[in-house]
């Protein structure tokens, strides 16, 4: 069975860690190993945007891991002109980012819901690692492989593959 290197940058919960590994095991039958909460490097931030770049940040990864890697953190990313982004990985590669920041519904000025928080950081964490084994955007709106552009389209979406896109897997 394959292995997973889940590190977390900044104030995530254990709950919301565990949930993703949980899922990320049954749908692509991998181990995760979780790393002890770290601290994003400060020249990753824009400091015009206040956000970090997700672009820098996998390199980072890169450089620092061997092996799959996912990082999640409570920080805001973007990548290159888009406004911001839920998350970004190698397509395929070894290394991925989610961001809960958006992911928050305190974020919206909604009443704080760590359930729903949980069952979005799964949904992105399952659709960034599918990235990473090879999938490409699903035209599917309930699978998990649909492009997310706004909270809207994560909430719609389930936390499952297609069938589609887990015959491209097993392919």
């Known amino acids: 069975m394959e292995s997973l290197k889940i590190i977390p940058f900044g104030n995530i919960s254990r709950e919301a860690i565990n949930a993703i590994a949980e899922e990320l095991q049954f749908s692509f039958k991998i181990l995760s190993d979780i790393d002890e909460p770290a601290g994003l490097p400060k020249e990753f931030f824009n400091v015009f945007r206040h956000q970090f770049l997700a672009d820098k940040i996998l390199n980072y990864l890169s450089s620092r891991f061997r092996g799959k890697v996912l990082a999640i953190t409570d920080e805001d990313i973007y990548s290159g002109d888009l406004n911001f982004i839920f998350g970004q990985a ?22 704080p819901d760590k359930n729903l928080l949980i069952e979005r950081a799964v949904k992105e964490a399952v ?32 936390k499952h593959l297609c069938d589609k896109c887990k015959n491209k897997l097993s392919d």
């Not at 190698?90 to 009443?111: C, M, N, Q, W």
């Not at 659709?127 to 492009?147: A, R, Y």
């Open 127 to 158: 659709h960034e690692i599918g990235h990473m084994f090879g999938l490409k955007h699903c035209d599917n709106p309930d699978c998990v492989m649909s492009f997310s552009n706004t909270i809207f389209d994560v909430d719609r979406k389930s």
């Open 90 to 111: 190698e397509l395929p590669g070894d290394v991925a980012i989610v961001s809960i920041h958006r992911l928050d519904p305190s974020f919206y000025k909604k009443t």
